[in-house]
């Protein structure tokens, strides 16, 4: 009797001992440097850095935005050449979305304050939608883009720009995908206007859009959505709660090997905040550092 008492607090106090690490989890911070190879890069971009951050979810119960005003110190630090953030700056759109998009927006404005160009989309938890079936809430998305830009924060939707470096005429364009669940998106779109050949970097926020994008159009392309996968198995991010929760198919975590179009490269940046529970376990935020190469 007494060694089934054992046998069944083992695995009990185990359980409480994961739930404890994983609200715990979630205030550390892990800087990823990755290398990503851009054909035709111009010679003043050859080593210049590229930082991302993704899926703060303010506004989820016990959220984390501290680990998003870390990770923006952290790029001011660094002073890469530009920021992408890929999307779901809050979580719920009720009972206040004024102040969550204002805490939101509060972690990215001091990056403009610090003169690193900033760019970002908009995820679905944006539009309002914790599900493909929840109806986009447009006026939400709105209200957040206006207060984003009134913050300096460069918002695009199936659109490409050209980021450019003090002095130096050689652009780099980044284009940029809204919304998938939102039914935003529109690739060819995104597209136009980027003369054939030229280097360029692709940001959205479901990494399910990236399987659209023609071969050889995205040769760096990031995203989010994904938070890793949330909790899972140590190293090992294709096992996790997402893998079972998730119908549609979900590269949770890093270099999407073998996914896409042939000369297209996705990297997914396991985010900072959570989703229904704010809980992380063995998949910490993450906060992306890119260093971009011609070869």
């Given at each position: 009797?007494?060694?089934?008492?054992?046998?069944?607090?083992?695995?009990?106090?185990?359980?409480?001992?994961?739930?404890?690490?994983g609200?715990?989890?979630?205030?550390?911070?892990n800087?990823?440097?990755?290398?990503?190879v851009?054909?035709?890069?111009?010679?003043?971009?050859?080593?210049?850095?590229?930082?991302?951050?993704?899926?703060?979810?303010?506004?989820?119960?016990?959220?984390?935005?501290?680990?998003?005003?870390?990770?923006?110190?952290?790029?001011?630090?660094?002073?890469?050449?530009?920021?992408?953030?890929?999307?779901?700056?809050?979580?719920?759109?009720?009972?206040?979305?004024a102040?969550e998009?204002?805490?939101?927006?509060?972690?990215?404005?001091?990056?403009?304050?610090?003169?690193?160009?900033?760019?970002?989309?908009?995820?679905?938890?944006?539009?309002?939608?914790?599900?493909?079936?929840?109806?986009?809430?447009?006026?939400?998305?709105?209200?957040?883009?206006?207060?984003?830009?009134?913050?300096?924060?460069?918002?695009?939707?199936?659109?490409?720009?050209?980021?450019?470096?003090?002095?130096?005429?050689?652009?780099?364009?980044l284009?940029?995908?809204?919304?998938l669940?939102?039914?935003?998106?529109?690739?060819?779109?995104?597209?136009?206007?980027?003369?054939?050949?030229?280097?360029?970097?692709?940001?959205?926020?479901?990494?399910?859009?990236?399987?659209?994008?023609?071969?050889?159009?995205?040769?760096?392309?990031?995203?989010?959505?994904?938070?890793?996968?949330?909790?899972?198995?140590?190293?090992?991010?294709?096992?996790?709660?997402?893998?079972?929760?998730?119908?549609?198919?979900?590269?949770?975590?890093?270099?999407?090997?073998?996914y896409?179009?042939?000369?297209?490269?996705?990297?997914?940046?396991?985010?900072i905040?959570m989703?229904?529970v704010?809980?992380?376990?063995?998949?910490?935020?993450?906060?992306?550092?890119?260093?971009?190469?011609?070869?």
């Open positions: 009797m007494k060694s089934l008492k054992w046998f069944l607090l083992g695995p009990l106090g185990l359980l409480c001992l994961l739930v404890l690490w609200l715990i989890e979630p205030h550390f911070l800087v990823e440097e990755e290398t990503a851009i054909p035709n890069l111009p010679k003043a971009w050859e080593g210049q850095k590229i930082g991302q951050l993704s899926d703060f979810q303010v506004g989820l119960w016990a959220d984390n935005p501290d680990t998003g005003h870390r990770g923006v110190k952290k790029l001011i630090e660094v002073q890469p050449a530009a920021v992408f953030i890929s999307g779901d700056f809050i979580y719920h759109a009720k009972p206040d979305p102040a998009i204002e805490e939101a927006v509060s972690i990215v404005r001091p990056l403009v304050e610090a003169g690193i160009p900033t760019y970002a989309v908009l995820g679905n938890h944006d539009y309002g939608m914790s599900s493909k079936k929840a109806p986009p809430d447009t006026e939400l998305a709105s209200n957040l883009e206006t207060e984003l830009e009134t913050a300096g924060i460069v918002v695009l939707k199936n659109e490409s720009t050209q980021m450019r470096l003090p002095n130096s005429d050689e652009p780099l364009y284009a940029a995908v809204g919304s669940w939102a039914k935003q998106d529109d690739v060819s779109k995104t597209l136009e206007g980027i003369p054939a050949n030229s280097p360029r970097v692709v940001m959205m926020h479901n990494p399910d859009t990236f399987e659209l994008f023609p071969a050889n159009s995205a040769p760096l392309a990031v995203a989010g959505h994904t938070h890793g996968g949330q909790m899972r198995l140590p190293a090992s991010p294709q096992w996790s709660w997402l893998r079972f929760t998730q119908d549609d198919k979900v590269y949770a975590d890093g270099w999407a090997k073998g896409g179009k042939p000369g297209n490269n996705l990297y997914v940046n396991i985010g905040g989703s229904m704010p809980i992380r376990i063995f998949c910490p935020p993450e906060l992306t550092i890119f260093t971009l190469r011609s070869s």
